[in-house]
């Protein structure tokens, strides 16, 4: 057992007796959970997708921005498919109509190489 000091700018100073090796594992674990909690979600879709697993993309993205992630939607365009530019402007349109009730669009990039990314960030609650 060791004398650990909790918090230090606490008048006075707060010590405990506690195994230090489990009293930092613990604030590392408590670290990689804060890491984890504020990640970039990313979601892939294909301009020739079917409306029903649209559906199921926007949901997700719904669900990942009411849990306070940001999230990267990429849509892929490659090879053939690079000259469908109106069909990517639709997909976008659409995604950001309904998903514009619970995030804020805070990026927008189109590519040469045929992907778009838009990054959607939480709209703030009110209390």
């Known amino acids: 057992m060791d004398l650990v000091e909790v918090a230090p700018f606490a008048d006075p100073p707060v010590c405990r007796i506690l195994d230090y090796s ?26 020739f997708i079917k409306s029903r697993d649209l559906e199921i993309k926007i949901n997700h993205i719904r669900d990942f921005l009411e849990k306070g992630h940001k999230v990267r939607v990429e849509v892929i365009c490659g090879g053939y498919r690079k000259p469908f530019v109106e069909m990517v402007d639709n997909l976008l349109a659409c995604v950001r109509e309904k998903v514009s009730d619970i995030g804020a669009q805070e990026y927008e990039d189109r590519r040469e190489s045929g992907t778009s990314i838009i990054i959607f960030v939480p709209k703030k609650q009110k209390a």
């Open 22 to 47: 489990q009293y930092k594992y613990e604030l590392e674990k408590k670290l990689k959970q804060r890491k984890k909690e504020k990640e970039l979600k990313t979601i892939r879709i294909k301009p």
